[in-house]
């Protein structure tokens, strides 16, 4: 079993950035693929980003490619998300999540832990 727990989050203007991180303890870290998603107020939780066990290969959504970079630091226990050129549409509560499974899809249901969210907000 793994915890996850999120930090970085907070208010930010349009256009400005944020650095989430992701810490996990409990079992190896490398062994879990690891993926963002995030709520909005009134919609369900979408994929955001995923990255692999240890290759660094990612997948993106179509709303933050090109914006957002996903990476993993296994000697740290840690994985992030740098979040530029924010937009309003951005807010929300951002949440890592592990498989056990080694796998990184973009897929809620695939993953088996969650952190307890960071709040991302975003002015216009």
């Known amino acids: 079993q793994v915890q996850l727990v999120e930090s970085g989050g907070g208010l930010v203007q349009a256009g400005g950035s944020l650095r989430l991180s992701c810490a996990a303890s409990?079992?190896?870290?490398?062994?879990?693929?690891m993926g963002w998603f995030r709520q909005a107020p009134g919609k369900e939780r979408e994929f955001v980003a995923a990255?692999?066990?240890?290759?660094?290969?990612?997948s993106y959504a179509d709303s933050v490619k090109g914006r957002f970079t996903i990476s993993r630091d296994n000697a740290k226990n840690t994985m992030y998300l740098q979040m530029n050129s924010l937009k309003p549409e951005d807010t929300a509560v951002y949440y890592c999540?592990?498989?056990?499974?080694?796998?990184?899809?973009?897929?809620?249901?695939?993953?088996?832990?969650w952190g307890q969210g960071t709040q991302v907000t975003v002015s216009s």
């Open positions: 409990g079992r190896t870290f490398s062994i879990y693929g």
């Open positions: 999540a592990a498989d056990n499974t080694g796998m990184w899809e973009p897929v809620l249901t695939d993953y088996d832990y």
């Open positions: 990255i692999s066990r240890s290759n660094g290969r990612t």
